[in-house]
């Protein structure tokens, strides 16, 4: 199973609107609607930021947003804060025998 | 407070064997899926094992197949990971994640902190 295709970089200004995508296949991201997003700080370890495509868990600001369409699934983080720069990770089910597969990863920066 | 604390890392020779443990609190250890998710240095996230609430299944990535065992015990709030002939490319930082419940499907919403195996001679 490979690994979901994110881009390696992303970067805005405070203020601004970044989005993040993650491209799978038809047996992972594009057949079920359990897609999640992970914020990674350096050292730290990953923290649930949206879920079941496009949840917010409690005390997750509403900046962030998720969607999906086809294949790919995309994180969006509206209002950029300095606070926001860190890795982020995308995650699918992909069925009961490889289970989750993990997107490749793209650092965030603010400008 | 709902909590993961990984133990057990370290450093081995390729080929040797480590037992990893997660110690769980702050909720029904019993009601949850559990998976371990590691980390190489500069990498990304892996999935590579999971387990049901009860124990009774298990799935594993192709990359650990045959090598590493997943297991848990509920009366402890524990769960382990079994990892033997370790090969240099299985270093990384391993960490215990809950999957989710209620209307969250399929998402790891804790984590323990993770705990670092280097397997090097």
């Known amino acids: 199973q490979s690994a979901l295709t994110q881009p390696r970089s992303v970067s805005g200004s405070p203020g601004q609107s970044v989005t993040i995508s993650c491209t799978g296949t038809?047996?992972?991201?594009?057949?079920?609607?359990?897609v999640s997003w992970y914020q990674q700080h350096p050292g730290k370890a990953p923290k649930l930021m949206i879920f079941?495509?496009?949840k917010r868990p409690s005390g997750v600001p509403d900046r962030f947003s998720g969607s999906k369409s086809g294949n790919t699934a995309s994180l969006t983080i509206s209002g950029l804060q300095a606070e926001d720069e860190a890795d982020y990770y995308c995650c699918s089910y992909a069925g009961s025998y490889t289970h989750y597969v993990f997107g490749t990863g793209t650092k965030v920066t603010v400008l | 407070e709902v909590q993961l604390v990984e133990s057990g890392g370290g450093l081995v020779q390729p080929g040797g064997s480590l037992r990893l443990s997660c110690a769980a609190s702050g909720f029904t250890f019993s009601s949850y899926e559990m998976n371990w998710v590691r980390q190489a240095p500069g990498k990304g996230l892996e999935w590579v094992l999971y387990?049901?609430?009860?124990?009774?299944?298990?799935y594993y990535a192709d990359s650990v197949k045959g090598r590493f065992t997943i297991s848990r015990d509920n009366a402890k709030n524990s769960l382990y990971l079994q990892m033997n002939s370790l090969r240099a490319e299985d270093t990384a930082v391993y960490y215990c994640?809950?999957?989710?419940?209620?209307?969250?499907?399929?998402?790891?919403?804790?984590w323990g902190q993770g705990t670092m195996v280097t397997v090097s001679s």
């Open positions: 387990i049901s609430g009860s124990g009774s299944t298990m």
């Open positions: 994640a809950r999957v989710c419940s209620g209307d969250c499907f399929d998402a790891f919403d804790i």
């Open positions: 038809s047996s992972d991201v594009g057949g079920y609607n359990y």
């Open positions: 079941d495509v496009n």
